[in-house]
C-alpha cells in the first residue's frame, strides 16, 4: 500500500490557490481512476482504490499547510508504512509553471508544508514537485503562492492534471521515468517532423530572353548606390 498525499490549505477560500496544487493533483487522480468518496480521517480527507495493481491512500491534511507532517505521520503509522511508501505532490516555486519533476528525498528548501512532514516522519519520501514559477521576489512569494491561479494559466494546468493523472499509474509501480513521459506527453507533446512545403517558383529557362535595358546611363549609377 502506499500514501500518495496532496499538499494545499482546506475551506473554499484556498481552493483555486497556487498552493492548493496539490490537493488539485489528487482530485484529479481520485475523478478518473474510480477512487472511493472522500472520508473525513487522519486529520484530513482521504478517499482509497487502486492505480494499476497498487492499493493507494490519496491523502489532503486539513491540518494547513504549516501542520501537514501531523496528517501525513499519523496516517503512516497507522497502516506500518515506512517514509519510501509515501509520495507528496507540492507545489515549486523553483520550477517553471508547468513543469513536474519527481525527486526522492533531499531537503524542504523553505517549504513550509514539506518542512513539517520532514519533522514528522524525516525526509525519505518520494515528491513530485509542480511548477508554479517565482514571482521574482523573496517578499512576494506568500501573496503569490495564496494568490488564485490566473485565467491565462488555465491551459497548462489542465494539460498537467491530465498528466499526472495519465502517469499515476506508473507513479505508483515504482516508474518515475514512466510518469514523467506521461506528464510530458501532455504539457509538451511532440511536433509532427512533417511539415507542408511552400511551391516553389519554376525557374525561367536558361534561353528566355532577357528585356532590354533602356535606363540612361546616370539612372543606371544612381541605382548602384539605392
Not at 478518473?32 to 487522519?42: E, L, N, S
Not at 487502486?50 to 496516517?75: C, H, I, W, Y
Not at 497502516?79 to 519527481?102: I, N, Q, S
Request: glycine letters at 12%.
Amino acid at each position: 500500500m502506499q500514501i500518495f498525499v496532496g499538499l494545499g490549505n482546506p475551506g473554499a477560500k484556498y481552493a483555486g490557490n497556487r498552493h492548493n496544487i496539490g490537493f488539485m493533483a489528487l482530485d484529479r487522480i481520485a475523478s478518473d481512476h474510480g477512487f472511493g468518496p472522500w472520508k473525513a480521517k487522519f486529520q484530513g480527507q482521504i478517499a482509497e482504490g487502486r492505480l494499476g495493481a497498487d492499493k493507494v491512500l490519496l491523502l489532503k491534511p486539513e491540518t494547513f499547510m504549516n501542520l501537514s507532517g501531523q496528517s501525513v505521520g499519523e496516517a503512516m503509522r497507522f497502516y506500518k508504512l515506512t517514509p519510501g511508501d509515501v509520495t507528496v505532490f507540492h507545489d515549486e516555486l523553483d520550477l517553471a509553471p508547468g513543469k513536474c519533476r519527481v525527486k526522492m528525498g533531499g531537503g524542504h528548501a523553505g517549504h513550509n508544508g514539506l518542512r513539517s512532514i520532514h519533522a514528522h516522519i524525516g525526509e525519505a519520501y518520494q515528491r513530485v514537485r509542480l511548477g508554479i514559477g517565482h514571482p521574482g521576489r523573496k517578499e512576494l512569494v506568500s501573496a503569490y503562492v495564496l494568490h488564485d491561479f490566473h485565467k491565462a494559466d488555465e491551459g497548462w494546468l489542465d494539460d498537467l492534471m491530465r498528466g499526472i493523472s495519465d502517469g499515476a499509474p506508473a507513479l505508483a509501480d515504482g516508474d518515475a521515468a514512466r510518469f514523467s513521459n506521461a506528464v510530458a506527453q501532455r504539457t509538451a507533446p511532440p511536433r509532427s517532423s512533417k511539415t507542408a512545403k511552400a511551391p516553389e517558383t519554376p525557374a525561367a529557362p536558361a534561353d528566355t530572353p532577357q528585356p532590354e535595358d533602356t535606363r540612361s546611363p546616370l539612372q543606371k549609377l544612381a541605382d548602384k548606390f539605392r
